[in-house]
T-cell receptor, first 116, second 114 residues
Framework: AQKVTQAQTEISVVEKEDVTLDCVYE???????LFWYKQPPSGELVFLIR??????QNEISGRYSWNFQKSTSSFNFTITASQVVDSAVYFC?????????????FGKGTKLSVIP | DTGVSQDPRHKITKRGQNVTFRCDPI?????LYWYRQTLGQGPEFLTY????????KSRLLSDRFSAERPKGSFSTLEIQRTEQGDSAMYLC????????????FGSGTRLTVV
């Protein structure tokens, strides 16, 4: 069965600090996809990134970067020079073939508060 | 507008009443998913459709819940005889193909059962 663990429930940082959100996943599939979503107070889920299990290259997009390590089943997300607008709940999610649905299994989320 | 639309955004209902939510996916997407998110939790899978066929239901989807996707277009999620435990955000997502090729979520319907 799939499982995603986000051990950090809440994190507070001062603006301009770097922050890393941790994500550990479990799956028996060899082909799977990992995602990060942002959920601001308005409630919609905003897609940030998707990685497939065969691509372990780290990725950087502006102030955001992701570190995917299959050896430790982790897919961590770093925000560099955090801003107040980064305050939100961040979800890590896993999708695998399972019964064919490719449904997303989400972690419980990490609430990030960036203090000005 | 090419996003996923959900209606209504908010619904307050009395316990025991029936409610129905609607989701309009991105038009070319053939997969449609329903998720439920309770306070402080991540979204949990309820069911999904490929075109008009409902292919999987989670154990969370009790017999009071029913979902349809007539003609493979919009979808409805109905909850009969609502209970306070049904209070949650109901999220709809659509995708073009199976796998990791991007899921677009709607803004959700927040249900409050009083």
């Amino acid at each position: 069965a799939q499982k995603v663990t986000q051990a950090q429930t809440e994190i507070s940082v001062v603006e301009k600090e770097d922050v890393t959100l941790d994500c550990v996943y479990e799956t028996r599939d060899t082909t799977y996809y990992l995602f990060w979503y942002k959920q601001p107070p308005s409630g919609e889920l905003v897609f940030l990134i998707r990685r497939n299990s065969f691509d372990e290259q780290n990725e950087i997009s502006g102030r955001y970067s992701w570190n995917f390590q299959k050896s430790t089943s982790s897919f961590n997300f770093t925000i560099t020079a955090s801003q107040v607008v980064d305050s939100a709940v961040y979800f890590c999610a896993l999708s695998d073939s399972g019964a064919g649905s490719y449904q997303l299994t989400f972690g419980k989320g990490t609430k990030l508060s960036v203090i000005p | 507008d090419t996003g996923v639309s959900q209606d209504p955004r908010h619904k307050i209902t009395k316990r025991g009443q029936n409610v129905t939510f609607r989701c309009d996916p991105i038009s070319e997407h053939n997969r449609l998913y329903w998720y439920r998110q309770t306070l402080g939790q991540g979204p949990e899978f309820l069911t999904y459709f490929q075109n008009e066929a409902q292919l999987e239901k989670s154990r969370l989807l009790s017999d009071r819940f029913s979902a349809e996707r007539p003609k493979g277009s919009f979808s409805t999620l109905e909850i009969q005889r609502t209970e306070q435990g049904d209070s949650a955000m109901y999220l709809c997502a659509s995708s073009l193909v199976a796998g990791g090729y991007g899921y677009t979520f709607g803004s959700g319907t927040r249900l409050t059962v009083v």
